[in-house]
């Protein structure tokens, strides 16, 4: 988070599941609001991801996923 309020950080990527305290989804989601400049990338393996991406105003990439999804998905957030 203070990597991303100093400008250091173009986009981020998270998972849904592998925060201890909270989802990816709710993390992108406070980014969202203390730097809306950063893009989001939310990954996830879970069946039903209706609301997910728009909870953290986020580009989304299902799993199992490829590199380049994962690449496009960046690249696509990246507000530069």
Known sequence: RRAALRAEVDVALD????G???????LLAELALVAPGVGRVLMTGAAETAGLAAVA????VRK???LEDVV?????ADPR
């Open 15 to 18: 998972d849904e599941t592998l």
């Open 64 to 66: 199992p996923f490829l």
């Open 72 to 76: 496009r998905a960046l690249v696509d």
């Open 57 to 60: 105003s986020a580009a989304l």
């Open 20 to 26: 201890q305290d909270r989802s990816g989804s709710a």
